[in-house]
């Protein structure tokens, strides 16, 4: 069955701090992959998408289908990065909805 | 266009009744879907509509669960016979047909039944 997996429920590190937040998904044809974020107060909206390779408010995420992996970088956080972020999957180009990860808490603190 | 609404924002109900939730999606839209959030959990899909036509229901929408489109536009998800599991927010989304997977999400509808 398709899943997605997000190991860390919370993350917490110091403003100008890398930041790597883990997904791993399970699926045998070829996914495509997405980061959503949620800020405090906010709707859910889409950060990056991994067929765009682009970097959005500094993060960057790569898929590795060799460890089935597409994590979240930042090189620098900033406090405005906090934030819940949920990884997504998509399995079926003909539009069947997006399966979501559990969410990890990111939390950048002065 | 101030993105997708939801409405009730809150509802909270007994167990045993019937609630409904209603959705209005960014108007050019085709594209509509409702996921289910508890605590410490990402959304869970529940079902997808384009344009009128519902072409997926995970196994999550129980009996008790009806979703509708009848225009294409808004939409509605009853529950039925609310029980205590229930108890969660109820987001909808809308997207563009031509999948780029971006769903804009609504505030979320928050149901608690007691």
């Known amino acids: 069955a398709q899943r997605v997996t997000q190991p860390e429920k919370l993350l917490s590190v110091f403003k100008g701090a890398p930041v790597e937040l883990k997904c791993n998904y399970s699926?045998?044809?070829?996914?495509?992959l997405f980061w959503y974020v949620q800020y405090s107060r906010q709707r859910l909206q889409l950060l990056l998408r991994?067929?765009s390779r682009e970097s959005i408010k500094g993060f960057t995420a790569d898929l590795n289908k060799g460890e089935t992996s597409f994590h979240l970088k930042k090189p620098f956080a900033q406090e405005e990065d906090s934030a819940m972020y949920y990884c997504a999957l998509s399995f079926n180009q003909a539009g069947t909805a997006l399966i979501f990860g559990k969410g990890t808490t990111l939390s950048v603190s002065s | 266009d101030t993105g997708v609404s939801q409405d009730p924002r809150h509802k909270i109900t007994k167990r045993g009744q019937n609630v409904t939730f209603r959705c209005d999606p960014i108007?050019?839209?085709?594209?509509l879907y409702w996921y289910r959030q508890t605590l410490g959990q990402g959304p869970e899909f529940l079902t997808y509509?384009?344009?009128?036509?519902?072409?997926?229901k995970s196994r999550l929408l129980s009996d008790r669960f009806s979703a509708e489109r009848p225009k294409g536009s808004f939409s509605t998800l009853e529950i039925q016979r609310t029980e205590q599991g229930d108890s969660a927010m109820y987001l909808c989304?809308?997207?563009?047909?031509?999948?780029?997977?971006?769903?804009?999400f609504g505030e979320g509808s928050r149901l608690t039944v007691l």
């Open positions: 699926y045998s044809g070829s996914p495509e």
């Open positions: 509509f384009q344009n009128e036509a519902q072409l997926e």
């Open positions: 108007s050019e839209h085709n594209r």
């Open positions: 991994h067929i």
């Open positions: 989304a809308s997207s563009l047909q031509g999948y780029t997977g971006e769903l804009f």
